[in-house]
């Protein structure tokens, strides 16, 4: 399985962008995939979740309102659409993927995750 993460860049604050991370090597009709960042210096932390069947999402609370993780089954790709950044949302993006469907509780584990793409730089500017 490889995970292409892509869509990061330089955004002033209050900007948006789009992330987008294309999945190969398998069909995914099942399954969850994830977002997660890591900030210099900082643990990688979750960020959002959702299921490939279901739809079912989860959000970090320091995203929830600003971010949204959709999923195009079609295409294998999922996206996180960033709104209204910060700074603080500076860091590496990496997407990742389970073979499980990770109950919503779970999804910010990220031992549970069993693939994972090499990461995006999102940088926001003050």
């Known amino acids: 399985v490889q995970l292409q993460a892509c869509g990061g860049g330089l955004v002033q604050a209050g900007g948006s962008l789009r992330l987008s991370c294309a999945a190969s090597?398998?069909?995914?009709?099942?399954?969850?995939m994830g977002w997660f960042r890591q900030a210099p210096g900082k643990e990688r932390e979750f960020v959002a979740a959702?299921?490939?069947?279901?739809?079912?999402?989860s959000y970090a609370d320091s995203v929830k309102g600003r971010f949204t993780i959709s999923r195009d089954n079609n295409k294998s790709t999922v996206y996180l659409q960033m709104n209204s950044l910060d700074p603080e949302d500076t860091a590496v993006y990496y997407c990742?993927?389970?073979?499980?469907?990770?109950?919503?509780?779970?999804?910010?584990?990220?031992?549970?995750?069993?693939?994972w793409g090499q990461g995006t730089q999102v940088t926001v500017s003050s």
């Open positions: 990742a993927a389970s073979t499980s469907t990770i109950i919503l509780t779970a999804m910010a584990r990220r031992t549970l995750y069993d693939y």
């Open positions: 090597g398998r069909t995914f009709s099942s399954g969850t």
């Open positions: 959702i299921r490939w069947s279901t739809s079912s999402r």
